[in-house]
């Protein structure tokens, strides 16, 4: 259990619901859910969930925090905007799911081995690295996710498709080589540094 | 009146002149129908049409009016001549518009046309101008039975117009339950916050009002005579009576809370902490809004358990929603919210009707109340405080939550005084010898609670109950209309509600009293014949005081004298005729309505004989739902037997078998009886009316059988209003029936 994920327990011993409300982005909105279950419904995915949003959401209210944070279910969002349109409360659900996700992932508690996780850190280095999307390395790197092996055989299945785009000039091998870069590289990196420490001290200082 | 004259005025307008020979039927209504005047014109109901009739009227002492056009639910207010009888033969929607404009069809087209002006003339020749009892009386004053928000608000609405009030509240003051909350939610926009509770400021107003007179500690020991001359005792806890004179009643007892004792499962009863809404409210009120437990120290922790013994069909329970319970338990916890504590709703239906009650909902969310889908098993004691127990409706699972409170959502059960039917069974099973039903009824009888308003009426105490102890009226189209004309239900008597449901209701049954009051004093109606002036009367010499009329009489509005025979009461009558219908021997009727009417009408149609394959099929259809869904089978264009002839009926109670038998009698080949829906859902506007009706006809085969006929050949439906293509069905089915068993031998 990480420092962070054991001072949250603490903190709010008494309300996953009050965690939520501080530390997920529009985690307010969970209470507001009137359980008709629309969301669950309408989400193309559903059917995968372990638990769909309006279960979530219910298990929030019922202190359930490992359950709910250890889940894979917020990974599953394809982010269709289905449930939002939807929910005759308006929640953002939508959002409430990828808040919960990154709160989740922030305390280290995300289901190991998460596709969606993992993909999701994959791409978060490749851009904050040089500040753009390095689409031949994010590209490689998805196909070797999962080792050598399983990497071959995805792209020798998707040669045709890269080879096609190298002829169109939409693939530049070059960047293999470190690839272009945005101006200042190291501004940004410091935004990034500086922003997360603004929400780190949020977190740590909000009276719920 | 001595010297009838009979005018027929036929009609051209609309594609009657193009569809019918309106020559023939104004000599049909000259010779066979005796009409003095016949005239035919091409728009009867423009000025020069309807002057045509006012100058015959004037000039050619015409009395009698037979309007050969459209229904007689069109163009009422053309067609309307004072000092007249008027009768109308439906050519529009009930023969050219039901009809196909094809050769073949012409001819019984024609015949159609034709009977329905003989029926017109014959129905009109048995008409007489309603004439006043002299009973009327106009009293501008209401008494209003309970001082609770919903008597209150009649009384203080009555008082606005200029009525004068007698309050009656049995307790020593005023208020009832809505006095004992301690705060509200508001009855206008912003909605998700919580209100002052203003009853006190109701209070003073009735108190202050010069219209309004209080009477504390009081009940009603006798209620005698009739809308707009209602004579009521009153008597007080210390024994002083007085009588007051009023024109018609308001009772608005309120509701009592389900017995939470009897949900022991749930800790009714077992723990001084586990108590219902309004225990709670009277405790946050009495501390000022601080939630205590019984021992003194606070409560932190308040569930609220929703549908407690309600919504449940388990015996004891009441199987109804209560309506207010979810928007009080959200209130409640919002006073919990307020103090500081916890705040749980376990429901299973969250429901909070309306725009405000959905605001009301997200305003206890957005509060932090905690609502949890599911079904409470048991509350049960767990150290110093309580444990709930319940089964989570989302997450499918048994789980429990610690409470320093529970309060249980138990439903309202109403305070009306004993349903006067159980009474007149009773009475009727013992004559019958019915032992079993004997001893039930004893025990209901036994079980009821003391009367309200000790009604000296033929019918029992009281006004009668729909289900569940709440009082009846027609729930679809007059609300407030009671079982007993001139009184009003209001509040949740009448069913379960909240308190601005409960304004609402009172305010809109002081609107009725009113009416009733105005119209006792011109001997008009109520709802659903409203400003009718005609009353039924009896011929004594024929009368073998059977009591058919008194007993079966839907709104109890006929007394019995001494020696049996019926006392007809014009203000408390709602002219639908079910004593008509009911009488044996045929010596109720209506100045305009009678068994006359009717009987000489199906008479009055030209009988084919039998082997002219053209059948006859008499349609007596209710004038309430039946036969406007007829008339709009023929806006419609839907298409129906031309062998059918339709009456309409006030009502099918008042339809008398001597109709079914003087139908078959002469010929018909078929009866067709069309009423509302009966039973506890009914739609029939005289809420008994069709029901009767039914039991009636169930006896009718007997006849049938003498007569050597078909059972089939009379036939009773229940329609609604919505069945404009069903009807036409039916009695295109009827044609098809008489096709196959053949024609009646009872022609001549």
Same mark, same amino acid.
């Given at each position: 259990m990480s420092d962070m994920n054991q001072a949250m327990v603490e903190k709010y011993r008494s309300s996953f619901l009050k965690e939520v409300e501080a530390n997920?982005?529009?985690?307010?909105?969970?209470?507001?859910?009137?359980?008709?279950g629309v969301c669950s419904g309408s989400c193309p995915l559903g059917p995968h969930w372990e638990h769909p949003p309006q279960e979530i959401f219910m298990m929030i209210r019922a202190g359930k925090r490992e359950d709910v944070l250890s889940s894979s279910s917020m990974w599953?969002?394809?982010?269709?905007y289905n449930c939002i349109a939807r929910c005759p409360r308006g929640l953002p659900i939508t959002h409430i799911m990828h808040g919960l996700a990154t709160y989740a992932k922030r305390l280290g508690l995300?289901?190991?081995?998460q596709p969606t996780a993992k993909f999701s850190q994959l791409f978060w280095n490749n851009l904050t690295k040089?500040?753009?999307?390095n689409e031949l390395k994010l590209g490689l790197a998805l196909y070797f996710m999962n080792g050598i092996g399983p990497g071959i055989k995805t792209a020798l299945k998707m040669q045709d498709v890269g080879l096609g785009m190298l002829k169109t000039g939409r693939?530049?091998?070059?960047?293999?080589?470190?690839g272009h870069s945005i101006k200042d590289k190291s501004g940004l990196q410091k935004m990034l540094k500086k922003a997360f420490e603004i929400e780190e001290a949020q977190i740590k200082d909000y009276k719920g | 009146m001595a010297d009838m004259k009979i005018g027929a005025y036929i009609c051209q307008g609309c594609g009657i002149g193009d569809r019918v020979d309106t020559a023939q039927l104004a000599s049909v209504a000259k010779?066979?129908?005796?009409?003095a005047v016949a005239r035919e014109h091409?728009?009867?109901?423009n000025a020069e049409g309807v002057k045509m009739i006012q100058d015959d009227i004037a000039n050619?002492?015409?009395n009698h009016v037979v309007i050969a056009?459209?229904?007689?639910?069109?163009k009422t207010e053309a067609f309307s001549f004072d000092g007249v009888c008027i009768s109308r033969a439906n050519?529009?929607?009930?023969v050219i518009w039901v009809r196909p404009d094809t050769d073949e069809a012409r001819e019984t087209t024609q015949e159609m046309a034709d009977d329905y002006v003989r029926m017109a003339c014959a129905e009109t020749k048995y008409q007489k101008m309603p004439e006043a009892s002299g009973e009327q009386g106009l009293t501008r004053h209401l008494l209003v039975v309970g001082g609770g928000i919903s008597g209150m608000t009649a009384a203080l609405e009555a008082a606005k117009t200029g009525y004068k009030v007698d309050l009656v509240e049995k307790?020593?003051?005023?208020?009832?339950?809505?006095?004992? +909350?301690y705060k509200k939610y508001p009855?206008?926009?912003?909605?998700?916050v919580l209100a002052d509770n203003t009853t006190g400021a109701m209070v003073e107003a009735v108190n202050a009002n010069g219209n309004i007179t209080v009477h504390l500690n009081t009940s009603v020991t006798k209620t005698d005579g009739a809308p707009g001359r209602f004579t009521v005792s009153l008597a007080t806890e210390s024994g002083a009576s007085k009588d007051v004179t009023v024109g018609a009643i308001i009772q608005a007892t309120g509701f009592t809370p389900? !017995? +939470? /004792?009897?949900?022991p499962e749930l800790g009714g009863g077992k723990?001084?902490?586990? &108590?219902d809404q309004l225990a709670f409210e009277k405790m946050v009120k009495a501390n000022g809004g601080a939630i205590k437990k019984a021992d003194g120290s606070e409560a932190k922790n308040v569930v609220f358990v929703q549908c407690a013994g309600q919504?449940?069909?388990?015996?004891?329970?009441?199987?109804?929603?209560?309506?207010h319970c979810c928007m009080t338990s959200i209130k409640q916890a919002r006073y919990v919210k307020e103090a500081g504590g916890d705040a749980t709703v376990i429901f299973d239906d969250l429901r909070t009707p309306g725009a405000d009650g959905e605001d009301v909902y997200r305003g206890g969310q957005e509060a932090g109340v905690t609502f949890s889908k599911g079904k409470v098993s048991a509350v049960e004691a767990a150290g110093k405080g309580l444990k709930v127990n319940y089964? !989570?409706?989302?997450?499918a699972e048994d789980t429990s939550i610690d409470a320093d409170i529970v309060v249980l959502a138990t439903g309202m059960v109403p305070n009306s005084g004993p349903n006067p039917y159980v009474k007149l069974d009773l009475e009727m099973a013992e004559k019958d010898g019915n032992a079993e039903l004997v001893e039930k009824l004893k025990a209901e009888v036994e079980k009821a609670p003391p009367?309200?308003?000790?009604? &000296?009426y033929r019918q029992g105490t009281d006004v009668p109950h729909l289900k569940h102890g709440f009082t009846d009226s027609h729930?679809?189209?007059?609300?407030?209309?009671?079982?007993?004309?001139g009184i009003y239900t209001a509040g949740p008597v009448r069913r379960p509600m909240d308190a601005h449901q409960a304004i609402e209701d009172a305010t809109g049954a002081t609107l009725k009293a009113i009416q009733a009051c105005e119209n006792a004093a011109i001997g008009r109606a109520a709802h659903?014949? /409203?400003?009718?002036?005609s009353f039924p009367s009896f011929r004594k010499e024929g009368?073998?005081?059977?009591k058919r009329c008194t007993v079966e009489c839907p709104f109890g509005a006929i007394n019995e004298d001494d020696k049996g025979y019926p006392q007809y009461n014009e203000a408390r009558?709602?002219?639908?005729?079910t004593c008509m219908g009911a009488c044996p021997v045929r010596v109720i009727s209506f100045e305009n309505y009678s068994v006359e009417t009717v009987g000489q009408q199906l008479k009055a149609v030209d009988m084919p004989d039998e082997f002219s394959e053209k059948p006859r099929l008499l349609v007596l259809a209710c004038e309430n739902d039946a036969y406007p869904a007829l008339d709009m089978a023929g806006m419609t264009r839907q298409e129906y037997s031309a062998y059918a002839r339709i009456i309409p009926v006030r009502?099918?109670? /008042?339809?008398?078998?001597i109709w079914i038998t003087d139908a078959l009698n002469s010929g018909y080949d078929g009866v067709m009886l069309m009423g509302c829906q009966k039973g506890?859902?009914?739609?029939?506007h005289f809420v008994k009316g069709s029901e009767i009706a039914h039991i009636r006809m169930s006896k009718i085969d007997d006849t049938l059988t003498q007569l050597n006929l078909?059972?089939?050949r009379v036939q009773t439906y229940e329609v609604s209003i919505a069945d404009i293509q069903r009807i036409p069905q039916i009695i295109n089915d009827m044609e098809k029936l008489i096709g196959e068993i053949g024609m009646s031998p009872f022609k001549f």
């Open positions: 997920v982005e529009e985690g307010h909105w969970v209470k507001m859910c009137m359980q008709c599953m969002c394809t982010s269709c995300q289901p190991k081995n040089t500040g753009r999307v693939l530049n091998p070059l960047e293999i080589l470190g | 010779r066979e129908g005796k009409a091409e728009f009867l109901c050619e002492g015409v056009a459209c229904s007689r639910r069109a050519l529009r929607e009930g307790t020593g003051q005023l208020g009832g339950v809505a006095g004992e +909350m009855d206008k926009a912003p909605y998700n389900y !017995d +939470m /004792s009897k949900l723990s001084p902490d586990v &108590m919504r449940s069909e388990q015996p004891g329970h009441l199987p109804y929603c209560s309506g089964n !989570d409706r989302i997450l009367s309200i308003l000790n009604l &000296m729930f679809i189209c007059f609300p407030y209309e009671t079982r007993r004309t659903p014949r /409203s400003g009718d002036l009368c073998t005081q059977c009558c709602r002219r639908c005729g009502c099918l109670g /008042s339809v008398n078998t506890d859902n009914y739609q029939c078909e059972k089939e």
